[in-house]
């Protein structure tokens, strides 16, 4: 009985945690920005300049929109898996961008293939805030 109540509140106080870390694209970009604010000379995320930075090839062949499409509020396809991507917009998607460890996770591998390296954390804001801007379809 005890190891029952046991196995019970744990997965309870788990559920509970699961939605008290839920987190909101814009909360997302908050905590993005207190880091990007650490630089010196930072002023502000540009959803300009995060569309120019999704948009084009930054020294080899991948760029975002190679597996994310030109709409992020389309479905995407992975270049080399083929495999479908669900929208990358949060508009067209209620998942993105509520879970800072999976968005880092996945800045992390995507910078590195299309970079060659980490993006900044104000290139990481310029993409969200443009992402923002995008309506549903
Ligand atoms: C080689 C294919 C590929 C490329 C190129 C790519 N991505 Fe992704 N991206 C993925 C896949 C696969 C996922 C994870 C699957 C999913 O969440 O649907 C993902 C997920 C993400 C996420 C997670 C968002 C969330 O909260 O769910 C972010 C952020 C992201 N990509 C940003 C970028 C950016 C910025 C670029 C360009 C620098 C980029 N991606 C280029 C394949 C790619």
């Known amino acids: 009985m005890c190891r029952f109540l046991y196995a019970a509140s ?4 788990c559920s509970f945690s699961q939605l008290a870390f839920a987190e909101t ?12 604010a650490k630089t010196p000379g930072f002023q502000d995320f ?3 300049r ?7 090839k930054h020294g080899n062949e991948l760029s975002c929109t190679s597996c994310h499409t030109t709409n992020p509020a389309a479905q995407g396809k992975h270049a080399k898996t083929d495999k479908p991507i ?9 998942e993105r961008f509520t879970d800072m460890k999976k968005v880092q996770k996945w800045f992390k591998r995507n910078c ?17 805030a443009y992402l923002l801007t995008i309506p549903k379809s």
């Open 25 to 36: 694209p814009v909360q997302i970009l908050t905590e993005i920005k207190a880091e990007a």
């Open 112 to 128: 590195n293939d299309v970079l060659d390296r980490l993006c900044t954390p104000q290139e990481q804001g310029d993409v969200l």
């Open 50 to 56: 995060g569309a120019d930075f999704f948009k084009t």
């Open 10 to 13: 744990f997965v309870l106080v």
């Open 86 to 94: 669900k929208p990358i917009a949060p508009a067209a998607n209620d």
């Open 46 to 48: 540009s959803a300009t």
